[in-house]
């Protein structure tokens, strides 16, 4: 803990996440897209991100009572989807957008707008996006 105090006073920017600590990468174009699924769906919207060249930073709910809750997910290869499923099926838990009738955001990290216009047309295709 420490070290990570250390490495964040020199200005690095570190996250904690259930998988351990993050020195984030800086984000060339980020965007915040509107997903609605089921809870079977989840693994399969992922996929589709990450296989049109995207990362997955969060997933943020808007509650009613606790106002924007963000979940650091920083998913960024289909290993890492696969680490995060793993652990959650493990955990027996419900994803956040339960608390929200599955109405979520994700912040995603892509290359290029070009990348960003193919994720969100395979989101739109596959019916996982809120309009």
């Known amino acids: 803990m420490g070290d990570v105090a250390i490495l964040r006073a020199e200005g690095n920017n570190i996250t904690a996440t259930p998988r351990g600590y993050i020195?984030?990468?800086?984000?060339?174009?980020?965007?915040?897209?509107?997903?609605k699924h089921s809870k079977e769906d989840l693994l399969d919207e992922l996929y589709t991100i990450i296989d049109e060249g995207?990362?997955?930073?969060?997933?943020?709910?808007?509650?009613?009572?606790?106002?924007?809750?963000t979940g650091t997910l920083h998913l960024f290869s289909r290993k890492d989807v696969d680490m995060f499923w793993d652990n959650f099926c493990k955990s027996n838990s419900q994803p956040l957008c339960s608390l929200t009738d599955?109405?979520?955001?994700?912040?995603l990290s892509c290359p290029t707008p070009k990348h960003y216009e193919n994720v969100l047309?395979?989101?739109?295709?596959?019916?996982?996006?809120?309009?």
Do not use: F, N, P, R
């Not at 990362?55 to 709910?61: N, R, W």
């Not at 599955?102 to 912040?107: A, M, Q, V, Y």
């Open 121 to 131: 047309s395979a989101l739109t295709q596959k019916g996982y996006i809120c309009k």
């Open 54 to 69: 995207c990362g997955i930073v969060d997933v943020i709910v808007e509650h009613s009572v606790y106002g924007q809750i």
């Open 23 to 35: 020195l984030e990468k800086q984000i060339e174009s980020s965007y915040i897209v509107a997903c």
């Open 102 to 107: 599955d109405i979520h955001l994700h912040t």
